[in-house]
T-cell receptor, first 112, second 114 residues
Framework: EDQVTQSPEALRLQEGESSSLNCSYTVSGLRGLFWYRQDPGKGPEFLFTLYSAGEEKEKERLKATLTKKESFLHITAPKPEDSATYLCAVQAPRGGYNKLIFGAGTRLAVHP | GAVVSQHPSRVICKSGTSVKIECRSLDFQATTMFWYRQFPKKSLMLMATSNEGSKATYEQGVEKDKFLINHASLTLSTLTVTSAHPEDSSFYIC??????????FGEGSWLTVV
């Protein structure tokens, strides 16, 4: 059965305190792993797509990596504006379509 | 970057009435759009996959007759909640896949049924 597990569920950091969020997945036929940021009451904002093990992508203070079983979202020297829920999703073919299967998210709070 | 627009962002309707939510891809043509529902502090739950020119594919447990989805053009999909009841109150979000395969989300629509 397809499964996407994110940890930790919630994370509190001090401004400047680097950390990593984890996304473990079990899915057959992976067609990409997506990271999104979601602010309260808003739709998810696209961050990265990773397609193959060993791939890395960076954007400002964020860096995403991918292995065959998990992905990490590294946050370097976070700022309060990085506070949000970070969602991981895997895309796989199901029933003739490519579907996104989401994890439950990690709620990140960065305090000054 | 690519933009997906949803309208309305908030809507209140009376129990028993129907309400329509629109999802538009502004920067690209989207052959596939998705509709999600999100409960407070929960992740996104896929309701259905909408393909231009064909019937939507609904996830198990989602009532087709209650949540009508139409994807009449390559830039527009609509979700109509029919005979709405208070338990249908939720945050509904659409997404669209661009030609490169990236999936972008709309801002979401808050539905309150009173």
């Amino acid at each position: 059965e397809d499964q996407v597990t994110q940890s930790p569920e919630a994370l509190r950091l001090q401004e400047g305190e680097s950390s990593s969020l984890n996304c473990s997945y079990t899915v057959s036929g992976l067609r990409g792993l997506f990271w999104y940021r979601q602010d309260p009451g808003k739709g998810p904002e696209f961050l990265f797509t990773l397609y193959s093990a060993g791939e890395e992508k960076e954007k400002e203070r964020l860096k995403a990596t991918l292995t065959k079983k998990e992905s990490f979202l590294h946050i370097t020297a976070p700022k309060p504006e990085d506070s949000a829920t970070y969602l991981c999703a895997v895309q796989a073919p199901r029933g003739g379509y490519n579907k996104l299967i989401f994890g439950a998210g990690t709620r990140l709070a960065v305090h000054p | 970057g690519a933009v997906v627009s949803q309208h309305p962002s908030r809507v209140i309707c009376k129990s028993g009435t129907s309400v329509k939510i629109e999802c538009r891809s502004l920067d690209f043509q989207a052959t596939t759009m998705f509709w999600y529902r999100q409960f407070p502090k929960k992740s996104l739950m896929l309701m259905a996959t909408s393909n231009e020119g064909s019937k939507a594919t609904y996830e198990q447990g989602v009532e087709k007759d209650k949540f009508l989805i139409n994807h009449a053009s390559l830039t527009l999909s609509t979700l109509t909640v029919t005979s709405a009841h208070p338990e249908d109150s939720s945050f509904y979000i659409c997404s669209a896949r661009d030609p490169r395969g990236t999936i972008y989300f709309g801002e979401g629509s808050w539905l309150t049924v009173v």
